[in-house]
């Protein structure tokens, strides 16, 4: 990784363990880190089973992507999602990417609970 080009990204930076990740990462290997959604601004809390998938590489945009990194982004969604499903119950799960706020590809995932009406995608609850 090129400290000159990511100093300042706060996903390359979570990644070397200088921001603080939410219960560390879940996993990561060479190219991937999977961990929690951060708390953003006045959060104090935040939606359980928001997780993020990111290449370690900085990588901007979805288009920059490698073919490697690409395809095990790809195979993390869909294992991440198997566990929602298969550990928190979740009926749906939801992933996408936005790359307004950070300029380093990073996917959401997010689950869907049982009952959760359409403006509130959070567990009865929690």
């Known amino acids: 990784m090129n400290d000159t080009s990511t100093k300042g990204c706060f996903v390359c930076r979570k990644h070397r363990g200088l921001e603080e990740t939410l219960g560390g990462a879940i996993y990561q290997n060479d190219l991937i880190f ?8 006045e959060e104090i809390d935040h939606y359980l089973g928001h997780l993020f998938i990111e290449p370690k590489r900085h990588v901007p945009r979805l288009s920059s992507l490698s073919e490697e990194e690409a395809g095990m982004i790809g195979v993390f969604t869909s294992q991440v999602a198997d566990a929602l499903e298969q ?14 706020h950070v300029p380093h590809v990073h996917v959401h995932i997010i689950g869907r609970y049982p009952g959760a ?4 995608w959070g567990p009865p609850g929690r």
């Open 117 to 120: 009406p359409r403006e509130f």
């Open 34 to 41: 999977i961990s929690h959604a951060q708390l953003w601004g």
């Open 87 to 100: 550990t928190e119950g979740v009926e749906h799960v939801y992933s996408f990417v936005i790359g307004d």
